[in-house]
């Protein structure tokens, strides 16, 4: 495991619910201004703690909950799924997410690209998930000293991130600065 990536020894961290007042799902959701979503992919879920709010507002919808490491999806298939069956944990690979082609309305990762080896990849692999039109949302937090998060040396700069999404292809990219830890980015495929 490299230095980047989370450790699942610490998954307990991941459902504190002091998270909620640094990235209210409500609010996240409110920006998104999503009509008739009905499949969402999370990048690194994690425990799901975006999944089951986000799946909870959408009408009918199902997410799927996709993570690289097994005992993060084990977790949510132990978890989660019980109380919430439309959250579908998903293993996945880096950049790689077996999920067809054109099915998702919205991908999101919230606290993920400044651990990802390679986000170009991941950003063209989110763009294949994303039917025409469908949204991508990136959150992460910001390359500024604070006493949380990730050691500021491997945080992303959210003018990289936009130029990566530009790259990518995503279209009406925004950056939405409302939120003390997190930046936040939306883009259209």
């Known amino acids: ?6 450790d699942p020894k610490k998954l307990k961290k991941l459902n504190n619910p002091d998270r909620l007042k640094a990235t209210p799902p409500q609010r996240i959701w409110e920006l998104l201004n999503l009509k008739n979503s009905e499949v969402l992919v999370d990048i690194g879920a994690g425990t799901g703690f975006f999944s089951v709010p986000f ?7 199902k997410v799927y909950a996709c993570d690289i490491s097994e005992t993060m999806v084990a977790w949510m ?13 998903v293993k996945m690979e880096e950049s790689s997410v077996d999920l067809p082609d054109g099915e998702a309305d919205l991908v999101f990762m919230i606290a993920l690209h400044h651990e990802l080896h390679e986000p170009a990849k991941m950003l063209v692999e989110c763009g294949r998930l994303l039917k025409p039109g469908g949204k991508i949302l990136i959150m992460d937090w910001k390359k500024s000293e604070m006493n949380q998060g990730p050691p500021i040396s491997i945080r992303c700069d959210v003018s990289d991130v936009k130029q990566q999404l530009v790259h990518a292809e995503f279209k009406q990219v925004e950056i939405v600065d409302e939120f003390t830890q997190f930046f936040c980015i939306f883009a259209v495929k």
């Open 55 to 61: 799946v909870e507002m959408t009408n009918k919808g």
């Open 77 to 89: 298939r132990q978890n989660i799924c019980n109380t919430h069956p439309d959250v579908i944990p």
């Open 1 to 6: 495991m490299t230095d980047n990536k989370f």
